[in-house]
């Protein structure tokens, strides 16, 4: 009487990028001495990885947000009765992610002659790739509102007897060129001079 022998189950490896999910196809190098047909019964990828379905007989790998290095996924295959395990070793590739607008800097409305001011860009913008101070910070449509950026602050200094409105477009950019931009409004409203 033939005896069912169990299928085995032979490691993979597959590639992809950072926050782009990868389907891989595990059965082709899983054999089975008797002939049955494999499928896959479960996988699973710790959580802090990413996740994994199976989707028509194979697997399709999200890497979790973010995530870049190796992940290792866990699969079982079947026969129908008996089951083998294996890996599935997945590189993901590093990709530079552009910087955020974390917080919104409100539009301003000052005096004339208003006392120069700071405002921390550091907290406007953030970026996952980089830690603070890896950012450099640009400022332009300034032409009566002095701005001076030195470590992510950003201090402000009128314009003597200047009033009127200027609208400031603040950009951060990452070590890789990538960037991102927000704009706020300046309105600097005129205070009668003591003669």
Not at 99 to 108: G, L, M, R
Not at 127 to 147: A, E, H, Y
Request: charged share 20%; no cysteine.
């Amino acid at each position: 009487t033939p005896v069912n022998d169990a299928p085995v189950a032979t490691n993979d490896n597959a590639v992809t990028d950072e926050d782009t999910p990868v389907t891989i196809d595990v059965l082709p190098n899983d054999t089975d001495v008797d002939g049955d047909k494999l499928s896959i019964q479960s996988a699973s990828v710790p959580e802090t990885q990413g996740t994994v379905e199976i989707v028509d007989g194979k697997l399709v790998f999200t890497p979790a947000e973010n995530f870049h290095g190796d992940a290792e996924i866990t699969y079982t295959v079947t026969d129908g009765a008996l089951t083998d395990q294996a890996t599935v070793n997945v590189t993901v590739n590093a990709v530079n992610d552009t910087p955020v607008v974390e917080s919104n800097i409100a539009d301003q409305t000052l005096a004339e002659d208003f006392t120069p001011y700071s405002i921390d860009l550091n907290t406007a913008f953030s970026d996952v790739d980089n830690v603070d101070g890896d950012l450099t910070f640009s400022v332009s449509g300034n032409s009566n509102i002095q701005v001076a950026i030195v470590n992510g602050i950003a201090t402000f200094t009128p314009t003597a007897d200047w009033n009127g409105s200027e609208t400031l477009t603040f950009t951060a950019t990452d070590p890789s060129g990538e960037s991102v931009s927000q704009t706020v409004n300046f309105t600097v409203a005129p205070v009668a001079d003591i003669v």
